[in-house]
């Protein structure tokens, strides 16, 4: 496009994000995503974590510009969709940058920032231990097919049949996140889910 004399490119309907979030609460040792990522005219994304130790609460927090947060308070952790913070990050508050693309070109990154820190997750050397022979897919002509029951949101919240387990451990919050890492990591090619309900 040539305006005044100045030559410039055009880009009609670039990508862009119109929504993004991440899933909390965040634990440390299992997986966190994006949560209600809404994207148009984007065939993929970029996706970067950060952690920020020093973190405060919401009511000392000052309005963060979203889209130049100060890049000298956050550290680099990785790159993907899924990403699992490693005891380190306990206390800190997690950023997630997403640009969104469309073949060649890059639309504007957009950051989304968690409302609360990363916790201790829970103990998960039973979880490793179950899925030590499943590290791989399996190759062709085999496959792996997955049979899972995640407990119906309606029964985890009567607490008088799961007596022994804490109630903030039966919240479908706190469980995505380790059902979410058993289904990732038993590297299934089919996955059967039981007891599956709207939340």
């Known amino acids: 496009m040539n305006l005044n004399g100045a030559e410039s490119n055009l880009v009609i309907n ?4 119109e929504e ?7 634990l440390s040792t299992t997986f966190v995503y994006p949560f209600k990522l809404k994207t148009k005219f984007s065939d993929c994304q ?3 974590w950060f952690v920020k130790k020093e973190h405060k609460e919401k009511s000392e927090r000052k309005k963060i510009r979203l889209d130049s947060p100060d890049e000298s308070d956050w550290k680099k952790l990785g790159e993907g969709f899924l990403f699992i913070p490693k005891t380190e990050c306990l206390g800190g508050q997690l950023r997630l940058d997403v640009t969104p693309m ?3 070109i890059s639309g504007d990154k957009v950051t989304a920032l968690s ?3 990363v916790e201790a997750g829970p103990d998960a050397r039973a979880t490793i231990s179950r899925q030590f022979r499943t590290r791989e897919f399996r190759k062709h002509p085999y496959i792996r097919v997955m049979s899972y029951n995640i407990l119906a949101d309606c029964y985890a919240k ?3 049949i799961f007596p022994q387990c804490p109630p903030f451990a039966l919240e479908i919050e706190y469980r995505v996140h380790l059902i979410v890492n058993e289904l990732v990591n038993f590297k299934a090619d089919v996955i059967c889910l039981q007891e ?3 939340k």
């Open 14 to 17: 670039p990508p862009l994000v």
């Open 158 to 160: 009567k607490y008088d």
């Open 102 to 104: 469309y073949k060649d």
């Open 196 to 198: 599956n309900d709207r």
């Open 115 to 117: 409302t609360s820190v």
């Open 46 to 48: 970029k996706f970067e």
């Open 20 to 26: 993004v979030k991440i899933a909390e609460p965040i």
